[in-house]
């Protein structure tokens, strides 16, 4: 904290982040010792005041005035008290920026080794994960790259204690990603073997570190080291990125050979699967298939769909036989997806479903509802709803949705930017693509990518929706909706036309198992219509009154919501609502020949409020 804590007696900052500390460090797993005082002196120097204090305990609490008294009265900055501990170390720790500059200006060394753990001060401060400070001893010439007494260097210690602002900072100021401590180990390698868990290895990796480099005594890489460790989730994250399962160590161990010798029966399945699945893109005819995934599981869901209605529209009667057929066709289908359709590819499945169903809904209508229309105005909605329906998907599929893009020296500035400004945190800065969030955007962990003016990830369409592909997204949602309608009302005039029914003499049971006898497949087609017009027709509804009644996306809206809980929110008061009219038009960027002056924003650049000024907006 910076300032005075002139408040808090020692007992209290004890329990505090923000309080003063002392620093005994023997090991970097118990790296703070305080200084404890006697209970009952606890509040003795706040009662006289602080000119009891001396300069070690002034520092500590930041007193500027008295610190400057005791140095114009002869006290050396530069003199370490009986821990070897020198002024600096202690406002570094306790995040004091103007005592800092202070004894700085006073001849302090900004690289003075101090402690147990002969540790400079930036060593201490990246410690407590002062991010300030770090930035303040670094302009000042403290060097990140000086080894503690430990064999770590700033990032290394940044890596250890998880302090991922100041781990982005160094690394943007220059520091190597790969720079090796005292025994050749990597923040990578460290952050695998030491810190349980997926992070920080998976935000190093964003920065492109080598992951073939070995340390110099054991020669294992990252991969060894987080099998080492039992780490299963760097694990995950460091097959992910590619990492060699070939190298060898000193003793001649494969990572997998590791895994095998600590009886880690999880990290020996995943290391085996990785092994399996590299193995199988040497061959020609899988790294077809692969690229071809979606493909395959496109033309498994027309055949399950097809299976499906031919199964039930069989004329046996043997409710068992068609069950039977039902079951086999699923496990036959099931092997050839998991056995050809990589498991990240069925996160589609979705979307191929929904594409088989509307192509065996379009087959219906054309071959068994169209006949039932007489004239070309009755055949026209579907003709120019299939049109538009596969026109607006493509497009929705096909347009960058407004993913956050910059280079790798774009986002070292933007790092350094944020940190130097004290914004580098999470609600500004997106710790998983790097780059500064702006107004409105969203990280989506389906694309891992942020996107801007962020609406959802939709399954139905395998894409993110987002500010550049939403309102195709909309028109894809009309003409499906369009479609769906029109194959409802095709179907009823089918089963009034080819179906004979008893419904007033028999009741609405009788005449149920009439139409299904009468045509299993037409029923079975009407099924997947309304289960389809039911999700797009609600989803449409959401989306039209989000955008012209609240002018908020659907991450916006529902965020919102959860928050009236706890703060009276109104969904209708926000900045990004101009009212019914001028918001569809900004939504759709319609002039409606003159009528509107639609606002045109680059919210992949919109970091501020400030957007409905003449500079940011501009009529098409």
């Known amino acids: 904290m910076e300032g005075s804590g002139g408040g808090c007696g020692e007992r209290e900052c004890k329990n505090h982040s923000h309080g003063p500390l002392g620093l005994h460090g023997h090991s970097w797993s118990k790296m703070y010792e305080e200084k404890d005082l006697p209970e009952e002196q606890d509040v003795l120097p706040f009662v006289g005041g602080y000119s009891n204090f001396d300069i070690v305990k002034a520092t500590q609490y930041g007193l500027l005035d008295r610190c400057q008294e005791l140095v114009e009265a002869g006290y050396d900055v530069r003199q370490p008290d009986k821990e070897n501990v020198t002024l600096l170390h202690w406002a570094a720790i306790n995040n004091r920026l103007d005592l800092v500059k202070f004894f700085i200006s006073k001849g302090a060394v900004v690289d ?85 868990g997926m992070e920080p290895t998976r935000f190093l990796l964003k920065f492109n570190p080598s992951i073939k480099v070995v340390d110099d005594i054991e020669k294992n890489t990252a991969l060894h080291w987080a099998v080492i460790a039992g780490n299963i989730s760097a694990v995950d994250v460091l097959l992910e990125a590619g990492s060699s399962l070939d190298i060898k160590n000193i003793k001649g161990d494969r990572p997998l050979d590791l895994a095998h010798q600590t009886k ?50 069989l004329n046996s009667d043997s409710w068992l036989l068609k069950g039977s057929l039902l ?66 998907f493509y497009k929705t599929v ?22 130097e400004s004290g914004c580098l945190d999470f609600r500004t800065f997106c710790t998983s693509c790097l780059v500064k969030k702006p107004l409105r955007s969203m990280h989506c962990h389906t694309c891992n990518s942020c996107v801007a003016r962020y609406d959802q990830h939709c399954i139905w369409i395998g894409r993110c929706i987002g500010v550049g592909n939403h309102s195709y997204f909309v028109l894809f949602l009309f003409f499906l909706t ?23 003499e028999d009741g609405a049971w009788i005449s149920f198992t009439q139409i299904v006898s009468c045509s299993p497949w037409v029923l079975y087609i009407f099924t997947l219509i309304f289960f389809h017009t039911s999700w797009a027709t609600l989803l449409l509804i959401l989306q039209l009154y989000q955008i012209s009644f609240l002018g908020l996306t659907s991450h916006e809206r ?5 928050k009236r809980s706890k703060h009276p929110v109104s969904l209708r008061k926000t900045p990004y609502n101009h009212g019914c009219l001028q918001n569809l038009a900004d939504f759709f960027t319609c002039r409606c020949f003159g009528m509107f002056k639609p606002n045109i924003i680059d919210w992949t650049k919109q970091y501020t409020l400030t957007f409905h000024t003449v500079k940011d907006v501009h009529p098409v």
């Open 112 to 196: 003075q080794l101090g402690g147990d753990l002969n540790s400079t001060p930036l060593h201490w401060a990246v410690r407590q994960g002062h991010l300030s400070m770090v930035i303040l001893l670094l302009k000042c010439g403290a060097d990140p790259t000086l080894i503690d007494g430990e064999g770590y260097s700033s990032l290394h210690l940044a890596v250890l204690f998880q302090h991922m602002p100041v781990i982005a900072y160094l690394i943007s100021k220059g520091q190597s990603v790969d720079s090796a401590d005292r025994n050749g180990q990597t923040p990578l390698m460290l952050s695998a073997h030491k810190v349980i």
């Open 264 to 313: 880690n029966r999880l990290l020996t399945h995943l290391l085996s699967e990785e092994e399996k699945i590299r193995a199988r893109k040497t061959s020609r005819f899988l790294r077809i298939l692969e690229k071809n995934e979606f493909l395959l599981l496109l033309v498994s869901s027309l055949t399950l769909i097809w299976a499906i209605g031919y199964v039930a529209d």
């Open 327 to 392: 079951v086999f066709i699923f496990v036959i289908l099931s092997l050839f997806a998991r056995q050809f359709v990589g498991f990240n590819k069925l996160k589609y499945f979705p979307v191929a479903f929904m594409l088989g169903s509307v192509f065996w809904i379009s087959w219906t209508c054309f071959i068994r509802f169209l006949p039932d229309f007489s004239g070309t105005v009755s055949q026209l909605p579907f003709f120019l709803g299939m049109v538009g329906l596969f026109y607006y």
């Open 398 to 419: 096909r347009t960058d949705p407004g993913f956050i893009k910059t280079t790798e020296e774009e986002n070292k500035k933007n790092i350094i930017d944020l940190g």
């Open 482 to 504: 369009m479609v769906n309608i029109w194959a409802i009302y095709g179907t009823i005039l089918y089963w009034s036309e080819h179906c004979t029914t008893t419904y007033r």
């Open 558 to 562: 529902i965020t919102l919501w959860s």
